[in-house]
């Protein structure tokens, strides 16, 4: 097949060339790196080094193992070198991913079942709860996160750094421009969300996200002694996630794909596996790499409005089918047992807390009550996986089916509730999970909306499905008619869960939170000796009045509008 040719050479072959040698100085690598003083030599009982990689809104068919368009080379290698994780569960959206990562517990325990963190509420990650990096710690790790956080930031002591993290640098809210870093919650609710610590990094405007993130986990590991401490870094990626940004290198290679969208997608996707080269490449030149552990996930589903798929899985982004909940993830690491195959094992993202726990010498006590367990047996050895059953979640606020009742739900559960649950080969679903067509990769010049908003607005007509998601992965052929007895079976599960769940934690906006009442930035507002007894329904004429002040006032009026269009 013939390709779009550059100054006289194949783009293909450029691109091939470029990923030849490892050596090659790119964009988002750092410049003047000092050269490695350090012995090679691994440790010998010293933990393993932890690099935990994740992406924003990488679909399961937006990588090259998976996909026929978007090619991906270094991340392909390093997932057919280790363990690729083929029955690996995440969370439909960004906060709920990010927490139960951090905390090992499902939503339902720390009172985020509903939606994510938004930019003005007051909430965070719960206080109550000991962070996965705040174990770490204990256990002698130095540890270090860049990128997006999605976790709250009203107080101080929700930034990453008061949640067990040495360094930061990242974003707070949940998108941003890749460029600018400014970030919108609303007509003219924006400001500028780039932190280093926990102070405001005006001076990195210009650099394209995707590129500093990986230049700031270079320098930790050039600045670090592998053999004196062992190193945790979770460098969580803005991108895949809109707007829909990246160098223009990177988009010479698809020329081919006439969808603008996915175009440019698979740009975004490329820049990752490029940095997540140079990432590799420095591992092995300071001498952490024979003992590292390199764990690859998303943190949800793929969203098709904006280039993404999840073909040949069912939904997207934000819905409870397989194609919002089913994550991409591998592991690469010298350390594995058994290399280079696929594990089928059960896998949920909250089992990383325990399982990298037990990798850093943590005994079970450290882990107790995490709703998380160590598979890291399975996923070494090929052994069967401790886990036989995945809450996907129970949201009581979530829109409530209409056709959904107590009677049928057998008189136990409320089937208006939207819930879904995973025990063995068996997946429930209740309720309104979203949006549940299956979507092809976009190959039209033009996305067909018109088409689409007549699709993604009709309701079912029914409020219970089952299915067999072992030997029907892509969720065609529902069951609940069929096999009841598994539906009582699996909705007394949920009752059971419900049981233990806290109440959810959604508050509404604080109008003090605005960026422009705190130096056009976003960043905490409320005094950490200030009680949470804000009156969020109340009106305030004079907050108003300074709003509109502020607002008339702001350089961020001009921010393109269409950003407010990127937010979850």
Same mark, same amino acid.
């Given at each position: 097949?013939?390709?779009?040719?550059?100054?006289?050479?194949?783009?293909?072959?450029?691109?091939? %060339?470029?990923?030849?040698?490892?050596?090659?100085?790119?964009?988002?690598?750092?410049?003047?790196?000092?050269?490695?003083?350090?012995?090679?030599?691994?440790?010998?009982?010293?933990?393993?080094?932890?690099?935990?990689?994740? +992406?924003?809104?990488?679909?399961?068919?937006?990588?090259?193992? /998976?996909?026929?368009?978007?090619?991906?080379?270094?991340?392909?290698?390093?997932?057919?070198?280790?363990?690729?994780?083929?029955?690996?569960?995440?969370?439909?959206?960004?906060?709920?991913?990010?927490?139960?990562?951090?905390?090992?517990?499902?939503?339902? /325990?720390?009172?985020?079942?509903?939606?994510?963190?938004?930019?003005?509420?007051?909430?965070?990650?719960?206080?109550?709860?000991?962070?996965?990096?705040?174990?770490?710690?204990?256990?002698?790790?130095?540890?270090?996160?860049?990128?997006?956080?999605?976790?709250?930031?009203?107080?101080?002591?929700?930034?990453?750094?008061?949640?067990?993290?040495?360094?930061?640098?990242?974003?707070? +809210?949940?998108?941003?421009?890749?460029?600018?870093? !400014?970030?919108?919650?609303?007509?003219? %609710?924006?400001?500028?969300?780039?932190?280093?610590?926990?102070?405001?990094?005006?001076?990195?405007?210009?650099?394209?996200?995707?590129?500093?993130?990986?230049?700031?986990?270079?320098?930790?590991?050039?600045?670090?002694?592998?053999?004196?401490?062992?190193?945790?870094?979770?460098?969580?990626?803005?991108?895949?996630? +809109?707007?829909?940004?990246?160098?223009?290198?990177?988009?010479?290679?698809?020329?081919?794909?006439?969808?603008?969208?996915?175009?440019?997608?698979?740009?975004?996707?490329?820049?990752?596996?490029?940095?997540?080269?140079?990432?590799?490449?420095?591992?092995?030149?300071?001498?952490?790499?024979?003992?590292?552990?390199?764990?690859?996930?998303?943190?949800?589903?793929?969203?098709?409005?904006?280039?993404?798929?999840?073909?040949?899985?069912?939904?997207?982004?934000?819905?409870?089918?397989?194609?919002?909940?089913?994550?991409?993830?591998? &592991?690469?690491?010298?350390?594995?047992?058994?290399?280079?195959?696929?594990?089928?094992?059960? &896998?949920?993202?909250?089992?990383?807390?325990?399982?990298?726990?037990?990798?850093?010498?943590?005994?079970?006590?450290?882990?107790?009550?995490?709703?998380?367990?160590?598979?890291?047996?399975?996923?070494?050895?090929?052994?069967?996986?401790?886990?036989?059953?995945? %809450?996907?979640?129970?949201?009581?606020?979530?829109?409530?089916?209409?056709?959904?009742?107590?009677?049928?739900?057998?008189?136990?559960?409320?089937?208006?509730?939207?819930?879904?649950?995973?025990?063995?080969?068996?997946?429930?679903?209740?309720?309104?999970?979203?949006?549940?067509?299956?979507?092809?990769?976009?190959?039209?010049?033009?996305?067909?909306? !018109?088409?689409?908003?007549?699709?993604?607005?009709?309701?079912?007509?029914?409020?219970?499905?089952?299915?067999?998601?072992?030997?029907?992965?892509?969720?065609?052929?529902?069951?609940?008619?069929?096999?009841?007895?598994?539906?009582?079976?699996?909705?007394?599960?949920?009752?059971?869960?419900?049981?233990?769940?806290?109440?959810?934690?959604?508050?509404?906006?604080?109008?003090?939170?605005?960026?422009?009442?705190?130096?056009?930035?976003?960043?905490?507002?409320?005094?950490?000796?200030?009680?949470?007894?804000?009156?969020?329904?109340?009106?305030?004429?004079?907050?108003?009045?300074? %709003?509109?002040?502020?607002?008339?006032?702001?350089?961020?009026?001009?921010?393109?509008?269409?950003?407010?269009?990127?937010?979850?």
């Amino acid at each position: 097949m013939a390709t779009t040719t550059l100054t006289g050479f194949s783009v293909m072959s450029l691109l091939s %060339l470029a990923y030849l040698s490892w050596d090659l100085m790119s964009p988002n690598q750092v410049e003047n790196e000092p050269d490695p003083t350090f012995n090679v030599k691994s440790p010998v009982q010293q933990p393993p080094h932890i690099i935990f990689i994740m +992406t924003d809104d990488q679909g399961f068919n937006d990588i090259g193992y /998976h996909s026929s368009d978007i090619r991906t080379p270094v991340l392909d290698k390093l997932a057919a070198d280790g363990v690729k994780l083929e029955n690996y569960y995440v969370q439909p959206i960004c906060t709920p991913s990010r927490s139960q990562l951090i905390t090992g517990r499902y939503q339902i /325990h720390t009172g985020l079942q509903h939606s994510i963190i938004r930019p003005r509420q007051p909430n965070c990650l719960p206080f109550d709860q000991v962070t996965l990096p705040q174990r770490l710690q204990q256990l002698g790790y130095s540890t270090h996160m860049v990128g997006k956080w999605h976790l709250g930031f009203y107080k101080k002591e929700c930034l990453p750094t008061r949640r067990g993290f040495d360094t930061y640098l990242g974003s707070l +809210t949940g998108s941003m421009d890749y460029y600018t870093y !400014e970030s919108c919650d609303g007509p003219r %609710l924006c400001g500028f969300d780039l932190h280093e610590g926990e102070s405001v990094s005006w001076r990195r405007r210009g650099k394209y996200s995707t590129h500093l993130y990986t230049q700031r986990v270079r320098k930790i590991l050039a600045a670090h002694d592998p053999l004196s401490q062992p190193l945790f870094i979770f460098l969580s990626f803005q991108a895949v996630h +809109t707007p829909l940004q990246c160098p223009q290198e990177y988009i010479y290679p698809y020329n081919e794909l006439e969808n603008f969208a996915r175009r440019k997608y698979a740009a975004m996707v490329s820049s990752v596996d490029e940095a997540v080269r140079n990432i590799t490449y420095a591992l092995r030149k300071y001498g952490y790499y024979k003992n590292s552990i390199l764990i690859f996930s998303t943190d949800n589903g793929g969203q098709p409005l904006s280039g993404g798929s999840n073909w040949p899985l069912r939904g997207r982004k934000g819905t409870y089918w397989e194609g919002g909940v089913r994550g991409l993830g591998f &592991v690469h690491s010298p350390l594995l047992r058994k290399k280079r195959r696929v594990s089928k094992a059960l &896998v949920h993202i909250t089992d990383w807390y325990p399982t990298l726990v037990g990798l850093a010498g943590g005994n079970e006590s450290l882990t107790e009550g995490v709703d998380g367990y160590n598979v890291w047996e399975a996923i070494s050895e090929g052994k069967e996986s401790s886990r036989f059953e995945i %809450l996907h979640n129970i949201d009581p606020l979530y829109n409530h089916a209409r056709t959904g009742s107590l009677q049928k739900g057998f008189g136990i559960w409320n089937t208006a509730i939207q819930a879904s649950i995973r025990a063995g080969d068996w997946k429930l679903l209740t309720g309104d999970p979203g949006y549940g067509d299956w979507i092809p990769p976009p190959i039209l010049p033009g996305f067909p909306r !018109e088409y689409w908003n007549l699709e993604r607005h009709i309701k079912p007509n029914k409020s219970v499905w089952l299915f067999n998601v072992s030997g029907d992965p892509y969720e065609r052929f529902d069951l609940s008619e069929q096999r009841p007895d598994v539906v009582k079976e699996l909705l007394a599960r949920l009752v059971y869960y419900n049981r233990t769940a806290v109440p959810v934690r959604y508050p509404s906006e604080d109008p003090q939170a605005d960026p422009q009442l705190n130096g056009g930035a976003w960043g905490p507002w409320m005094g950490d000796e200030e009680e949470e007894t804000w009156d969020y329904q109340k009106e305030n004429m004079e907050w108003k009045r300074k %709003l509109k002040m502020f607002k008339s006032r702001s350089i961020f009026r001009r921010l393109n509008t269409r950003m407010m269009s990127n937010r979850i």
